[in-house]
């Protein structure tokens, strides 16, 4: 059976099973197996430090003491090492044999040097006790150790197995309807602080996706308005001129030339978006002069809408070089200034304005129309977005002109921005670094 097919709770069932199985073997090993090993591992240890406490202690008074401890409390039994004849002692009675000295006991002798330079040789047997029994007795604690353990084991890996996979099976289905394009279903993760995240971090992804699902429909009405304008317009025209060939005049052509450009207007700009979105636009770099592009696009736009109008105004203190592409560039502060001339409202004064900041230049449009409520102001960037109004045509352009600008100045590394209010109306910004080798050429 190929384990990547089987679900998340019988794997971590028979994780945990097997983890305590190998729990138990090694239980199992150490208390029958490795039992004896380890008693006269720990018994020679003993029977070690236990020479080095007669060693501190040979030329004491209590030596006598010390060594019934040793035999009392570690039944160690210390007795002279048979045929070394130890020089006379104060105390001869030490040296009595204390009980038959077990067959099963680990031995070693060693020769201390006392105080006044005489020498005298012991030897410790450290007893050992048979472990057959215990042995037997561990056994039989180990069988139903076992028993009880794997029981424990199955219901425990069962309860946890079931509180893991729970809360992801119930995410799985909500996904599920999330892939079939239903939005609006949240997900619920508990129990961990990882499925808790992952919850959080769908729901987010749902509700970006319904935003998204949102624009596309937003788009396609208002790109199919936009056509269907301007079609109609055509098609009643066309079907004039064709009923009376006569009577052909000069505005009815004019507004047939006009309508097809703004047709070929919008088909280019949904062109280009999808372009910069998809990185298809490459940049081509170029140092030029900013001001001098910006101030011929404000008076050629400016005599274009003096008969509505509209009156255009450029503040700047000097010429800036940047290091970008022109023809983008161009394109992006265009789009802002048409935006604000399809917002100014009544108040036709506009405002363009250069200024410099931390080694770059800040380019501000300011319109005096109706604002931007707060609430719309990180959506307007968005194709298509009408700040919650119904869809109407531009006076000028196609409605994609603040995308555009927004992948343009993304491309060239710069920052844009917008701040509005209500009644008072908006200020579009971007900032580009300033070519400072550029500019100094200029000035030579």
Request: glycine share 6%; proline share 3%; charged share 25%.
């Amino acid at each position: 059976m190929n384990l990547n097919k089987l679900r998340l709770k019988w794997k971590i069932f028979a994780f945990l099973l097997g983890f305590c199985v190998l729990l138990l073997m090694i239980l199992w090993l150490f208390q029958t197996v490795f039992l004896d090993g380890m008693y006269r591992f720990i018994r020679t240890r003993e029977l070690s430090q236990a020479i080095k406490t007669v060693e501190r202690e040979i030329d004491s008074p209590d030596l006598q003491s010390v060594l019934f401890r040793l035999q009392s409390e570690r039944d160690i039994l210390v007795m002279p090492t048979p045929d070394f004849v130890p020089p006379l002692r104060p105390q001869p009675e030490m040296w009595e044999r204390r009980g038959n000295v077990s067959p099963m006991t680990i031995t070693e002798s060693k020769e201390f040097e006392l105080r006044d330079g005489q020498t005298i040789s012991l030897t410790f047997h450290a007893m050992i006790t048979p472990v057959s029994a215990t042995v037997s007795t561990l056994r039989m604690q180990i069988y139903l150790i076992t028993g009880v353990m794997i029981i424990l084991a199955v219901l425990l890996a069962i309860v946890i197995a079931r509180r893991v996979s729970k809360p992801i099976e119930e995410i799985n289905r909500s996904a599920l309807t999330l892939a079939k394009g239903n939005y609006n279903g949240r997900f619920n993760g508990r129990g961990f602080a990882e499925i808790v995240e992952l919850s959080e971090t769908l729901n987010t992804t749902a509700v970006e996706l319904g935003k998204v699902e949102k624009l596309r429909r937003e788009l396609l009405a208002n790109v199919s308005h936009d056509l269907r304008t301007p079609l109609a317009l055509l098609y009643s025209y066309a079907e004039m001129m064709n009923d009376f060939p006569g009577e052909i005049t000069s505005e009815q052509t004019k507004v047939i030339m006009d309508e097809t450009q703004r047709l070929t207007t919008l088909v280019n700009d949904v062109l280009d978006i999808s372009k910069l979105e998809n990185d298809m636009e490459m940049l081509i770099r170029s140092r030029f002069n900013l001001t001098q592009n910006i101030l011929e696009t404000v008076e050629r736009m400016g005599a274009l809408l003096k008969s509505d109008g509209f009156i255009l105004t450029f503040s700047y203190a000097g010429d800036i070089y940047v290091d970008a592409d022109k023809q983008k560039i161009d394109r992006a502060f265009y789009n802002l200034l048409i935006n604000a001339v399809n917002y100014s409202g009544e108040n036709h004064n506009i405002s363009v304005t250069q200024t410099v900041c931390d080694k770059r230049v800040r380019i501000s449009i300011t319109d005096y129309g109706d604002g931007i409520a707060e609430e719309d102001l990180p959506f307007i960037w968005d194709r298509y977005f009408k700040s919650g109004k119904k869809h109407k045509r531009a006076v000028i352009g196609t409605g994609l002109g603040l995308s555009i600008v927004k992948k343009i100045i993304e491309l060239h590394g710069g920052s844009y921005r917008v701040i509005s209010q209500i009644g008072k109306g908006s200020t579009f910004e971007f900032e580009l670094d300033i070519d400072y080798s550029a500019f100094q050429q200029g000035l030579e």
